[in-house]
């Protein structure tokens, strides 16, 4: 009979430590989910350009307010970075806020996650998602509040050479054209030949000359013959 009541006080006692631990959880589970801070900016910076395959660095600024609560509060903001297309979890980073109190409630921290760019040239779609964790005394952390942001970060540069390689062939091709017209006008001017006169001029040049040789020969002739008869008819 005593042994009885001893296991029942042993049962009844672990029964009300779980109901008091189970209390706590949800009093601090419920003051958690009132959501004491909120995100007031979520901006993301990151270098440029990415190249493939690039270890880059996404510093991610978050700022917000909390309101005041009767216990010392710690407060932690975790940064996770997810791939938008896979949903695979690339990158968390955790960073303490610490206590605020009433006569500073804002804050704002830089939370840096450390990714790999994909190996091909792609605009990469990134999903940042944050959350505020508050610690309550004697409880467990807690998410307060989060928020999610989308980003888009292109990696690798864009080809445009083959546009620039095309007219650099474009202006070659017309360079080459306009370089073998100027050269193949000396050759032609070289190939041309003189005209040549034709054939009944030339004879009919020879025939005049001929005929004003004869007129020439026939006209001395005469004059010496007379100039002759002249003499014997003067002695």
Known sequence: MIKSRSSYALETGTTILLCGLLGASVLGNSLVAASLCQIG???VNYPKPILPNQRIQ???IVSGICSPAEQQIFYTARVDIDDTVTNQVLSMTSVPIGYLVLQQPNFAVTVPNYVTAPSAVVAWQLTVIVYIF???EFTANGIDTSTVTGVTIQVGIVQTTTTMSSIQASVAAVTAT????TTSQPTSSLLETPPVEPIDQQIQFIILLAAS????IVAL????KSR???MQTAS
Not at 213 to 216: D, K, P, Q, R, V
């Open 134 to 136: 508050a610690n309550f």
């Open 178 to 181: 306009s370089s073998t017209s």
């Open 41 to 43: 900016n979520v901006s």
């Open 221 to 224: 002739t005469f004059l010496f």
């Open 228 to 230: 002759r008869s002249r």
């Open 58 to 60: 996404l510093s991610t």
């Open 213 to 216: 040789a004869i007129i020439i």
